[in-house]
């Protein structure tokens, strides 16, 4: 069984203050993802990263970053956390298909609920 | 643009009630189609996905889901729906390396 689990089911940090969420995956994934699951605005995307030290940006990168320095982590950097980024942050990974560049079903982690006080 | 839009924001359904939740999407080129289900408290996981052949897929409890490339549609259905079916449906297509989620459908279903 795939397995993506993701460092903290619940956070609590003050504006300001710098977030780092980590997400590994133990299947030797390509790809990674890290989304924000808002009520009523589904899964947005972030950030994503189909390789060691790759990255492009998502639909909302805005006040994030990422980090990818190993195949099986994928970190999800707030540098001043705000309070319009309380939210459920959903890490996911997949394979890719090489040949035609098309990605394959996502795993998910069980997701980061981030509070911003 | 590429884009996947689910129709239906929420849903009730009483059980043995039949099912069908929309999604359309616009896509260039070739296009992986998917449902997601979150279960209330529990992450995401896959119900189907499309990738080629057949354009009626199955998927796990009794969910299936049909490809009408005409129509831009793949829409989700199951026969008769059960109280724990409650639960949160994403559509998702993908392409290049980048998914789209449609904004989700939330399905209660009555005992």
């Known amino acids: 069984d795939v397995k993506v689990t993701q460092s903290s089911r619940y956070l609590v940090k003050r504006t300001g203050e710098k977030v780092f969420l980590e997400c590994v995956q133990d299947m030797d994934h390509e790809n990674m993802f890290w989304y924000r699951q808002d009520p009523g605005l589904g899964l947005r995307l972030i950030y994503f990263s189909y390789d060691v030290k790759m990255k492009e940006k998502g639909d909302i990168p805005e006040g994030y970053s990422v980090s990818r320095e190993k195949k099986e982590r994928f970190s999800l950097i707030l540098e001043s956390a705000s309070t319009n980024q309380t939210s459920m942050y959903l890490c996911a990974s997949s394979r890719r298909d090489r040949g035609h560049q098309t990605s394959y079903e996502q795993y998910f982690g069980p997701g980061t609920r981030l509070t911003v006080t | 643009a590429q884009s996947v839009s689910q129709h239906n924001h929420h849903v009730i359904l009483s059980e043995a009630a039949s099912l069908e939740l929309g999604c359309n999407y616009s896509y260039g080129g070739t296009v992986n189609l998917f449902w997601y289900v979150q279960y209330p408290g529990q992450h995401l996981q896959l119900l189907l996905k499309?990738?080629?052949?057949?354009?009626l897929v199955k998927g796990i409890k009794g969910f299936e889901a049909e490809f009408i490339k005409s129509k831009f549609s793949f829409n989700l259905r199951k026969p008769s729906v059960q109280w724990s079916d409650t639960a949160e449906y994403f559509c998702a297509g993908s392409g290049t390396y980048k998914y789209i989620f449609g904004t989700g459908t939330r399905l209660k279903v009555l005992a």
């Open positions: 499309y990738f080629s052949g057949d354009p």
